[in-house]
């Protein structure tokens, strides 16, 4: 145990960090693990990119091929 702590303290940084995560009970550890993702995504500023006009028509043409199928 004391191997497994002195690795994580060793290798975790701010940009990869390791998340302990308890695994005897599922529905628990999937709150943890959800909550961890949930913090990443939230701690980054993510944005949809910009789209030029003739791409949102390539789209749009594209999502009428697909949906008349």
């Not at 701010?14 to 009970?25: E, G």
Request: proline share 4%; net charge positive.
């Amino acid at each position: 145990m004391k191997a497994y702590e002195e690795m994580i303290q060793e290798t975790a940084t701010k940009h990869a960090p390791w998340y302990v995560v308890p695994a005897n009970n599922k529905w628990f550890t999937r709150v943890v693990v959800a909550g961890a993702v949930i913090d990443a995504l939230a701690s980054r500023d993510l944005a949809y990119p910009d789209v030029d006009e003739s791409k949102l028509k390539e789209l749009a043409a594209a999502k009428k091929k697909l949906l008349s199928k």
